[in-house]
Each structure stands twice: as C-alpha cells, then as structure tokens.
Nanobody, 120 residues
Framework: QVQLVESGGGLVQAGGSLRLSCAVS????????IGWYRQAPGKQREWVAA???????NYADSVKGRFTISKDNAKNTVYLQMNSLKPDDTAVYCC??????????????WGQGTQVTVSS
C-alpha cells in the first residue's frame, strides 16, 4: 500500500511564502516521477510542477520563477517551495507520483491534498 501525505498548506498574505511537503510511504521500488497539481474552486485541475527520478524539474508557466520543486530521495519526500504567492495561487494542492512497488507495476498515486489560501 502506497501513501502520499501532504503537509505545509495554510493561509498566507499575497507576496508571502509557503513550503509544501509530500511524504511517500509503502513498499516502494522506484518513484519514477513526482509532482504537484492544484485545483481551485470551480476550475479544472492544473499541473503545477514535477521532478523526474533523475532530478529534472519542470514547471507550469504560471508558477515558473516563483515555485521550486525539490526532493529528498532518502526520505521519499518531495517539496514545493512557493514564493511571491498571489491570490490566484489559492487552491488545493495535491501530490501525484508514478511509483513501482514490490507487487504493482508503475501506477499513478495521489495524495489527499492540502489547502493553500493566499489573501490579497
């Protein structure tokens, strides 16, 4: 059983910063790809950022230059450092990963999400 548990969300003023974490646990063999999506009320889910097993990071244009994704392989944890936050960044942020376990081939896994609210 694989679990993705996010933390670090909260309420912040515009221009502020937050750091999200996503800890992955379970019978993991490899984490091929891990990243973040977000969904604001009334909007479609939006891809935010991802980092490959080799450490290559990619970002949505809307967050490029403000957000930084990183990971700690030893802890199976991915981070999203969010700076210069804007009210438009308000959303539920969910961790997503492509993981191979000891018994299941590479599959998609999602966390429950953490709320980020940016006030103007």
């Amino acid at each position: 059983q694989v679990q993705l548990v996010e933390s670090g969300g909260g309420l912040v003023q515009a221009g502020g910063s937050l750091r999200l974490s996503c800890a992955v646990s379970g019978s993991i063999v490899t984490i091929n790809h891990i990243g973040w999506y977000r969904q604001a009320p009334g909007k479609q889910r939006e891809w935010v950022a991802a980092i490959s097993s080799g450490g290559i990071a990619n970002y949505a244009d809307s967050v490029k230059g403000r957000f930084t994704i990183s990971k700690d392989n030893a802890k199976n944890t991915v981070y999203l450092q969010m700076n210069s936050l804007k009210p438009d960044d308000t959303a539920v942020y969910c961790c997503h990963a492509l993981i191979r376990t000891t018994v299941i081939p590479v599959s998609h896994y999602w966390g429950q999400g953490t709320q980020v609210t940016v006030s103007s």
